[in-house]
C-alpha cells in the first residue's frame, strides 16, 4: 500500500526548496504541455522501466498524474516491486493547480 501527499504539502516542500523525486505518469504531450518537473515514465511503462526513475527502493518517490487515479495504480505498482516510500499525489495536477491559483 502506498501512501498519499496532498496539493498543500507538496507545493509547501517544493517552495522550500527540497529535492524531491517526482515521478510523472501521464503521456508523453500531457507531460511536455504542463509538469512540475521530474521523470516522465508513462503507466503503461512502469512495469519495465521502473529501473529508470533513479532512485533507491526506500527514497521517497512522489507519483503524480493529472487527476491522480493513474498515479495510484502506480504507486501500487512501484509497491510492488519493492519500493517502500512511494506517495500518489491527492487530486493529481488538477489539485495543485487549484492550490497554486
Known amino acids: 500500500m502506498h501512501g498519499e501527499i496532498d496539493a498543500v504539502e507538496l507545493l509547501g516542500r517544493l517552495a522550500k526548496g527540497e529535492k524531491l523525486t517526482l ?12 509538469n512540475i518537473g521530474g521523470k516522465n515514465v508513462p503507466l503503461q511503462d512502469i512495469r519495465d522501466k521502473a529501473g529508470e526513475i533513479g532512485a533507491n527502493k526506500n527514497d521517497e518517490i512522489i507519483v503524480v498524474c493529472s ?3 493513474r498515479s495510484s495504480t502506480a504507486a501500487d505498482l512501484l509497491t510492488e516491486k519493492g519500493y517502500t516510500n512511494v506517495k500518489n499525489l491527492t487530486g493529481g495536477l488538477l489539485a495543485l493547480r487549484k492550490v497554486k491559483h
Open 23 to 34: 515521478l510523472d505518469v501521464r503521456g508523453e504531450i500531457e507531460y511536455h504541455t504542463y
Open 67 to 69: 487527476a491522480g487515479l
